[in-house]
């Protein structure tokens, strides 16, 4: 495992090969000196300067390692792994001199050092991080602004002990992609060459969970039979109100195990509050009187029973169907609309007071629409739509509403109440047409 300072154990390596292999070479007697080596960008070497410079310009992901380990985290977003960071690192290695063919003895010098180590050894990395002690030769790399301390702190990323061995290897590039890098560079061309180190593996010790070792497993063969639902209706036909049937029609809705969805409740057979019963092509459910008027969901899964002692895990689910839950508005015992108005009392206006089911909550939208009949031929009815008088918010769900009426006109009008868009339903008789509920103002 190797630490976040490995690319540059790297490129420290490499620049120690250069520096401690010049003499046997006969380069220190043609330069008439010690080699310089540098390790920054071309556009930084001086132009007078004579020496080899390596410059890491780009790092990739390396294609074989970095699918090796599974995510490092799990559903909830902790971590169950500490993965390697796995890096192909790609190198230019330039020549810079000012003399008749120097350049051209520092470049293949470098390439023949490159190619007789295409590994860069444990052994050899160790050597070339480590700190002098007192009569031990120099380190070639301390010199200048790279200081013991650096080397040291380099040398702690543990680059020698990774799993796998680094390699540097050639890595040709078209005449295309050098004129990209020094044009890039803005500055005059230098004899190149390119190399690639693999694989540089990068991991950090922090903590991570892992769970214990699976000791036994099972399988299960799940159908891939896909419920699906075709449409949600009102079982005997009309508007979908408080406490009716609903149906969810549809093929392959029946399972060994079989739930439906409404909204966010999960609805079992037997559940109190909901009357249940599946067919393969329907499923029928008996909505709860406090389900809030509005748009609703509803969707058919079959969940998967595994494990000893037996589960439930996600299995198949249906496509999500939507259906319309209506407001009405209540009947007392003599079957009359509960619609009342309420006197003007100081602060308040006259009111018309709605008793709607279900119960509406104080952040849901209410509106009254009021539609005048019985006027005189010729005479356009007077229409309204009022918005209900607020309420704090967090106060509990009411059955009565109250509309403020200022400025209505006298007569009698049909009354509709909508609720997030779901409007109670009218009485219609033939051929009169809509005739309830009504209330006179």
Same mark, same amino acid.
């Given at each position: 495992?190797?630490?976040?300072?490995?690319?540059?154990?790297?490129?420290?390596?490499?620049?120690?090969?250069?520096?401690?292999?010049?003499?046997?070479?006969?380069?220190?007697?043609?330069?008439?000196?010690?080699?310089?080596?540098?390790?920054?960008?071309?556009?930084?070497?001086?132009?007078?300067?004579?020496?080899?410079?390596?410059? #890491?310009?780009?790092?990739?992901?390396?294609?074989? %390692? *970095? !699918?090796?380990?599974? @995510?490092? $985290?799990? =559903?909830?977003?902790?971590?169950?792994?500490?993965?390697?960071?796995?890096?192909?690192?790609?190198?230019?290695?330039?020549?810079?001199?000012?003399?008749?063919?120097?350049?051209?003895?520092?470049?293949?010098?470098?390439?023949?050092?490159?190619?007789?180590?295409?590994?860069?050894?444990?052994?050899?990395?160790?050597?070339?991080?480590?700190?002098?002690?007192?009569?031990?030769?120099?380190?070639?790399?301390?010199?200048?602004?790279?200081?013991?301390?650096?080397?040291?702190?380099?040398?702690?990323?543990?680059?020698?002990?990774?799993?796998?061995?680094?390699?540097?290897?050639?890595?040709? #590039?078209?005449?295309?992609?050098?004129?990209?890098? %020094? *044009? !890039?560079?803005?500055? @005059?061309? $230098?004899? =190149?060459?390119?190399?690639?180190?693999?694989?540089?593996?990068?991991?950090?010790?922090?903590?991570?969970?892992?769970?214990?070792?699976?000791?036994?497993?099972?399988?299960?063969?799940?159908?891939?039979?896909?419920?699906?639902?075709?449409?949600?209706?009102?079982?005997?036909?009309?508007?979908?109100?408080?406490?009716?049937?609903?149906?969810?029609?549809?093929?392959?809705?029946?399972?060994?195990?079989?739930?439906?969805?409404?909204?966010?409740?999960?609805?079992?057979?037997?559940?109190?509050?909901?009357?249940?019963?599946?067919?393969?092509?329907?499923?029928?459910?008996?909505?709860?009187?406090?389900?809030?008027?509005?748009?609703?969901?509803?969707?058919?899964?079959?969940?998967?029973?595994?494990?000893?002692?037996?589960?439930?895990?996600?299995?198949?689910?249906?496509?999500?169907?939507?259906?319309?839950?209506?407001?009405?508005?209540?009947?007392?015992?003599?079957?009359?609309?509960?619609?009342?108005?309420?006197?003007?009392?100081?602060?308040?206006?006259?009111?018309?007071?709605?008793?709607?089911?279900?119960?509406?909550?104080?952040?849901?939208?209410?509106?009254?629409?009021?539609?005048?009949?019985?006027?005189?031929?010729?005479?356009?009815?007077?229409?309204?739509?009022?918005?209900?008088?607020?309420?704090?918010?967090?106060?509990?769900?009411?059955?009565?509403?109250?509309?403020?009426?200022?400025?209505?006109?006298?007569?009698?009008?049909?009354?509709?109440?909508?609720?997030?868009?779901?409007?109670?339903?009218?009485?219609?008789?033939?051929?009169?047409?809509?005739?309830?509920?009504?209330?006179?103002?």
């Amino acid at each position: 495992m190797s630490g976040t300072l490995a690319a540059a154990a790297v490129t420290a390596t490499i620049k120690y090969l250069l520096l401690r292999s010049d003499q046997p070479y006969g380069l220190r007697d043609f330069l008439g000196g010690a080699l310089a080596v540098s390790t920054v960008s071309p556009d930084r070497v001086p132009d007078d300067a004579t020496r080899l410079n390596v410059f #890491l310009h780009r790092a990739t992901p390396n294609t074989g %390692w *970095s !699918t090796r380990d599974l @995510p490092s $985290r799990d =559903t909830n977003g902790d971590r169950t792994g500490n993965p390697f960071l796995a890096l192909d690192l790609h190198y230019l290695v330039t020549a810079h001199a000012t003399g008749e063919f120097q350049s051209e003895a520092l470049l293949a010098y470098a390439m023949q050092v490159l190619h007789e180590t295409p590994v860069l050894a444990r052994d050899t990395i160790r050597e070339a991080l480590r700190i002098p002690g007192l009569g031990d030769p120099p380190n070639p790399l301390i010199s200048g602004a790279v200081t013991a301390q650096i080397i040291g702190t380099i040398a702690a990323a543990g680059l020698a002990d990774q799993v796998e061995q680094l390699r540097i290897a050639p890595c040709p #590039l078209s005449a295309e992609e050098l004129s990209h890098h %020094w *044009s !890039t560079l803005q500055v @005059p061309y $230098r004899a =190149t060459a390119a190399y690639i180190a693999t694989v540089v593996l990068i991991r950090r010790s922090i903590p991570s969970r892992q769970a214990p070792p699976v000791r036994s497993f099972a399988a299960y063969a799940v159908p891939l039979t896909r419920p699906v639902i075709a449409q949600v209706v009102r079982d005997g036909g009309g508007p979908i109100l408080a406490g009716s049937t609903i149906i969810a029609q549809g093929e392959a809705l029946r399972a060994d195990t079989t739930q439906l969805l409404v909204d966010t409740t999960r609805v079992r057979i037997g559940d109190p509050g909901w009357a249940l019963a599946v067919e393969n092509d329907a499923v029928r459910v008996t909505l709860p009187d406090a389900l809030r008027a509005g748009v609703h969901t509803v969707q058919v899964a079959h969940p998967v029973l595994v494990g000893t002692p037996p589960g439930e895990r996600r299995g198949v689910e249906s496509n999500v169907a939507a259906f319309v839950l209506q407001p009405r508005i209540d009947r007392d015992d003599a079957d009359a609309y509960r619609l009342a108005v309420i006197a003007a009392a100081d602060p308040l206006p006259r009111r018309l007071r709605a008793t709607v089911v279900p119960p509406v909550e104080a952040a849901q939208r209410a509106t009254v629409y009021l539609n005048q009949v019985g006027v005189a031929p010729g005479v356009v009815p007077a229409s309204y739509a009022i918005e209900a008088v607020p309420r704090a918010a967090g106060t509990p769900p009411v059955d009565d509403l109250d509309f403020a009426l200022t400025g209505v006109l006298a007569g009698d009008y049909l009354v509709r109440v909508q609720v997030d868009g779901a409007e109670s339903p009218l009485d219609h008789v033939e051929p009169q047409g809509y005739v309830s509920p009504r209330v006179t103002l």
